[in-house]
């Protein structure tokens, strides 16, 4: 609480209007007559943005500083090294504290367009979303347009894996990166809202926050993507750039749109449907297809034992890349949204905690594969550094249970470093016949894991490893452990 009672600093994003509710408040200026009574304003072809007031109640335009903000996750623009001095992160680190630097130099970097996640410290935020913007040059324009493509749908996507109700975003190019300013509003509103639209459902609030000198041109684009009513849909639809991406928003590049021939050139243009079918002739028969060799017979190699190993691990590499690529193709907000995996704090040790909680894990209910693959995209970038696991056996029943088979084609698939990684494995409050169960699968079914399972029975024993304020725990399991074991005294905790 502020001292003495004063008037917090910070913006609570529910008392903000909507974007749908300012409608006829801010009096935009509409088109020149022309651009709307000419060929184009005879509307006779549907908005690729129609009026969606559903999506217009999550969007919020602010100005004001991003990190003032009191939502879920706000966003920091920074650098390849997370150590930009810009006006949006230097405010985000002199309200968050000096936490946050040591945070960041733990997380090694960040590329252009990923998007990575630390937690909010002194901030009102719960967490802050660290992306890299990719410098603008003219003859790079469609590389950097890509690039900010991605951030923003990083961005986004690591929301609603998070299951953050509300997200706070900052303009992403800043002036060191010359993007220009226009062309990135438009690229940031449609990502936003082609996500919104496809796998948006748990994002209930969007913040652009803005400056003073950007809120002109956000007030002035919003309506093209953002239309609040049909007659504003019919009066900007002719302002909409040709380019607006495909169905998720990413810029179409059709220079990429090639096909590689056996002999490039010899074809004639006589006729249309000769050449079709001599180009279907070709697929898979020129070199550049036979790279990959024949998988079957690397299949029947692997199971007849005559692979190698570096062989069997390029093998398993690429099964891994399918995975992955799947996942991160694939809508699986309705499996973010049980909250069964999420990232916490850090032990004592200072390794990247991971919660899984057992009740919300509906296996009768949900498609097993989608949950495979949520788990392969959320933990792909967390493996890549050492990391523990606390999972909450709490109040399971036989429907949370997971399936050994499952659990073993899981520890199959994985990469390498999901294994090498992985310091120890926390089962908090597990039963006789989990227990049992574990030590089954542990012993026959995988190698090197049983070393790394400890056995937790009340949480006394897990703030031991990991502090209580750097672990999110379910309400009820706190519940539980406090009815069982008594309320926690952080005096009586020992080392394990």
């Known amino acids: 609480m502020d001292p003495l009672g004063a008037r917090s600093q910070f913006v609570d994003v529910q008392t903000l209007p909507t974007w749908q509710q300012q409608l006829g408040e801010d009096g935009e200026e509409t088109p020149p007559q022309d651009l709307s009574d000419g060929p184009l304003g005879q509307q006779s072809f549907p908005s690729p943005f129609p009026c969606r007031p559903d999506i217009n109640r999550k969007i919020v335009l602010f100005t004001g500083d991003v990190a003032l903000l009191n939502c879920t996750a706000i966003v920091n623009t920074s650098n390849e090294s997370l150590t930009d001095k810009n006006p949006v992160s230097d405010s985000i680190h002199q309200l968050a504290g000096p936490e946050l630097r040591d945070e960041l130099l733990k997380l090694k970097g960040c ?21 890299v913007g990719p410098k603008f040059k003219a003859k790079y324009r469609t590389a950097a347009e890509s690039s900010l493509y991605s951030c923003y749908r ?27 300013l226009v062309d990135a509003t438009h690229i940031a509103f449609r990502t936003v ?21 950007e809120e ?12 609040r009513s049909e007659d504003e849909e019919k009066t900007f639809l002719p302002l909409i750039p040709a380019d607006i991406g495909n169905s998720e928003g990413e810029p179409v590049v059709p220079e990429r749109q090639i096909r590689i021939a056996e002999k490039p050139g010899t ?59 799947r996942a991160r193709a694939e809508d699986l907000s309705d499996i973010a949204a049980l909250k069964a995996l999420y990232q916490t704090g850090v032990d004592m040790c200072g390794r990247t905690v991971m919660v899984v909680v057992g009740r919300n894990i509906p296996v009768t209910l949900i498609d097993v594969e989608k949950a495979l693959l949520y788990f392969i995209h ?7 550094k050492e990391y523990v696991m606390v999972y909450f056996h709490t109040l399971t029943g036989e429907h949370n249970h997971l399936d050994s088979d499952f659990l073993k084609n899981l520890y199959d698939i994985v990469d390498a470093k999901f294994k090498k990684n992985l310091k120890a494995f926390y089962f908090v409050h597990p039963t006789f016949r989990s227990k049992v169960s574990t030590w089954f699968f542990t012993t026959f079914s995988v190698s090197g894991m049983k070393d790394k399972v400890r056995y937790l029975d009340n949480l006394q024993q897990l703030f031991t490893c990991i502090r209580p304020e750097q672990i999110d725990i379910p309400p009820f399991v706190l519940e539980y452990d406090a009815r069982v074991n008594g309320p926690y005294h952080p005096s009586e905790a020992s080392n394990l």
């Open 111 to 131: 590329r252009t367009g990923e998007a990575k996640l630390t937690k909010g410290f002194n901030l009102a935020a719960r967490f802050i979303i660290h992306t």
């Open 154 to 180: 990083n961005i986004m996507q690591l929301a609603a894996e998070q299951s953050m109700s509300s997200v706070g975003l900052c303009v992403v190019s800043t002036t060191k990166r010359g993007y220009p």
């Open 193 to 213: 809202r082609r996500f919104l639209e496809n796998h948006g459902n748990s994002i209930e609030t969007v913040v652009f926050a803005v400056s003073d000198t």
């Open 216 to 227: 002109p041109v956000f007030k002035k684009l919003l309506p093209l993507y953002y239309p």
């Open 267 to 325: 074809l004639e243009d006589d006729s249309e449907e000769e050449n079709l079918d001599l180009d279907l002739g070709q697929v898979g028969n020129h070199a550049f297809a036979r790279m990959e060799g024949d998988v079957d017979k690397q299949r029947k190699l692997i199971l007849q034992g005559q692979m190698s190993e570096a062989a069997m691990q390029k093998q398993h590499q690429r099964n891994y890349s399918r995975w992955l690529c």
């Open 378 to 384: 959320v933990m792909d970038h967390i493996t890549v």
